[in-house]
């Protein structure tokens, strides 16, 4: 796994452009380093890295992942979260506390996002054989932390149909009175995701519970309600 580490450096140290981590860098408030490399370079460049990855357990992803976020520089954040999306099929419940354990490192909303996009991928998978898989994400909603919180709230995205309802509205109401702005957000963004499936259903919880959500949840929740005919 080292030498995945050192492969990962070869890779994208070359492509470093100052002129643009400092964009970047401001962009995040001066709270990372930056190599300066966009997103779709980044990928690229590291696409044999994750291929070379595909036999890798789920302690070795998540030695490869944790050795990443040691890293100064934030790409190398973007890239084990890339890892991790590429192969959350290998992991399991077993692996839900490292996963917290990096939301709680380097925090910030770019990080975060992303590892509740595995969270996501990865509960789901295994919503099939059993359900009580997400009540790792109960406890996380009672985390001391705001940014495990967040995911908590977040890890339901795109599941449409799947989605555990009565969970996603508990957790929006349990956080409703937070003053947190990345929590207020997120409780708008979990209830509009799930408006695209059933409008109706978010429009009439909104209103039900109008006075307990801040006029920044209201807002992103109902975002898309016009245009959805409701």
């Not at 452009?17 to 490399?37: C, V, W």
Request: with cysteine; aromatic share 10%.
């Amino acid at each position: 796994m080292k030498e995945i580490i050192r492969q990962c450096r070869i890779s994208l140290s070359p492509l470093a452009d100052p002129a643009r981590a400092q964009g970047m860098r401001a962009y995040m408030k001066n709270r990372f380093e930056f190599l300066g490399i966009p997103a779709p370079d980044r990928r690229k460049a590291s696409v044999d890295i994750i291929r070379q990855l595909k036999t890798a357990d789920a302690d070795q992803l998540l030695v490869v992942a944790t050795d990443l976020w040691g890293c100064k520089e934030r790409e190398y954040q973007y890239l084990a979260v890339d890892i991790l999306a590429k192969h959350y099929r290998r992991l399991g419940q077993k692996d839900v506390p490292a996963l917290l354990a990096l939301v709680q490192q380097k925090s910030w909303w770019d990080s975060v996002d992303g590892l509740a996009g595995v969270f996501g991928d990865l509960l789901r998978l295994h919503l099939t054989e059993d359900r009580k898989i997400q009540k790792t994400m109960d406890a996380a909603l009672l985390h001391e932390d705001f940014w495990v919180r967040r995911i908590a709230l977040l890890h339901q995205l795109g599941w449409r149909e799947k989605t555990d309802v009565d969970r996603l509205c508990r957790y929006a109401l349990a956080l409703a009175a937070e003053d947190e702005f990345f929590i207020r957000k997120a409780i708008g963004w979990a209830l509009r995701d799930y408006a695209w499936h059933d409008p109706a259903m978010i429009r009439a919880f909104l209103d039900q519970h109008k006075g307990q959500f801040s006029v920044l949840t209201q807002r992103e929740a109902a975002k898309n309600l016009e245009k959805l005919g409701f």
